[in-house]
């Protein structure tokens, strides 16, 4: 199908560049959606395992998108927010009482004992956009007494379910100290996980209950939860990580899977299976302003503030990793501040997933993107077949 706005001689290179990477062996399959207008144009190359293993790749291979989960979360509080049940600059003690009264490390590298009183409390805000004070340290692994102590808590985080229950984990949270005051530093991962015991405890339900209801029904996306029933599991694949010397290493297959069960931690870090064509239902009410088919999910001004960039560069500093200095952070996605390059355009918005996915929407284009691989992310940074498929895109737009 011809996407509007688009060269269908460009667009057609989509399928070759992306297609080189499957038959190298980079990765084993593929379904890269992209939406434009209205139309929509999909790509599904290789297989579900590695060396031509499994079955072919479909356009409904459900996958684990990983981060790509921390989209949907801030979706889901915002909800909340607008029925005023949270408000962003309330504190969260009284939800999250293993978060009141917090202490800080004087910096960030200090021993866990070398500690301050909290200037003031944890707030929703703060969990949304990463500045609770916690998360992943830019450093050398185990090089700050609080990054050993996160990893020996089971709190660090990682592309493996979360063995333990949301309230033993909160209890681990709290018995360290910050390693910034609230509000004073961007830190990447832990404020989500947060977020979802907040949100459960804020409805007193399950959080899969409560995503269901906010998002997946009204926006028709069967195929997104927190585990894969039974009669569904055949369509996960494989999952892989890159080595240097051994390739493409197998790190989790669906028969040995525990995604065919409810997990003990729901995680909207990054603990959500969904599929391109769900994602895409998810994306569009964003494009639309919070509007999915003529109905309202979200209101505009949440979606306009979810996709504001809301930090200063001083809140920023030290995670030039993920900013890659043309971006910041709005509420659970990060946002394009200006262009450096094809696919930079000020006011795209959208976030990628450890396990290999890469989502993105740009207003001002009208586009949605949608990358869905089993290849393991290494870093923050894009991998190659990211980076070929949005330069792909962009240069196949022709209006």
Request: hydrophobic residues 40%; charged residues 25%; aromatic residues 6%.
């Amino acid at each position: 199908m011809r996407v509007s706005g688009f060269s269908a001689v460009r667009l057609g290179r989509l399928r070759t560049v992306l297609g080189g990477h499957v038959e190298r062996g980079e990765v084993p399959g593929l379904v890269a959606l992209v939406a434009r207008r209205g139309e929509v144009h999909v790509e599904v190359l290789g297989t579900t395992e590695a060396d031509g293993g499994g079955v072919p790749m479909r356009r409904d291979t459900i996958f684990r998108i990983a981060s790509v989960s921390k989209m949907i979360g801030a979706a889901a509080a915002m909800t909340l927010i607008e029925e005023c049940r949270l408000r962003l600059d309330d504190p969260v003690d009284d939800l999250l009482p293993e978060l009141a009264d917090r202490r800080v490390l004087t910096r960030v590298d200090a021993p866990l004992g070398d500690t301050v009183p909290a200037v003031r409390s944890i707030t929703m805000r703060d969990l949304l956009t990463f500045r609770m004070g916690l998360g992943v340290v830019v450093a050398e692994p185990g090089a700050c007494p609080i990054q050993r102590a996160m990893d020996e808590a089971g709190l660090s985080p990682g592309p493996h379910e979360i063995p333990i229950t949301p309230e033993e984990w909160m209890k681990r949270l709290g018995d360290l100290p910050l390693a910034y005051q609230p509000g004073e530093r961007w830190m990447y991962h832990t404020g989500s996980q947060v977020l979802g015991v907040l949100l459960s405890r804020a409805t007193g339900r399950p959080l899969g209950d409560l995503l269901r209801e906010r998002l997946f029904e009204p926006l028709g996306m069967a195929d997104t939860d927190f585990h894969v029933p039974p009669g569904k599991i055949g369509r996960l694949p494989a999952v892989y990580r890159p080595d240097p010397e051994a390739g493409l290493v197998l790190d989790d297959h669906p028969s040995r899977s525990r995604w065919d069960h409810p997990p003990v931690f729901p995680s909207i870090g990054g603990g959500l299976v969904s599929t391109a064509d769900d994602l895409l239902a998810f994306c569009a009410m964003l494009l639309g302003k919070g509007r999915h088919i003529g109905a309202r999910v979200l209101s505009r001004p949440s979606v306009e503030a979810m996709t504001t960039d809301q930090l200063t560069e001083r809140q920023k500093a030290g995670n030039e990793v993920f900013f890659d200095g043309n971006s910041g952070w709005g509420f659970g996605v990060q946002v394009i501040t200006r262009r450096t390059g094809l696919d930079s355009t000020p006011g795209r918005f959208g976030w990628s997933g450890g396990s290999g996915v890469c989502v993105y929407i740009d207003p001002a284009e009208e586009l949605i993107g949608i990358l869905l691989t089993q290849r393991q992310m290494t870093s923050p940074a894009q991998p190659a077949v990211f980076r070929d498929f949005w330069t792909s895109v962009y240069q196949a737009i022709d209006d």
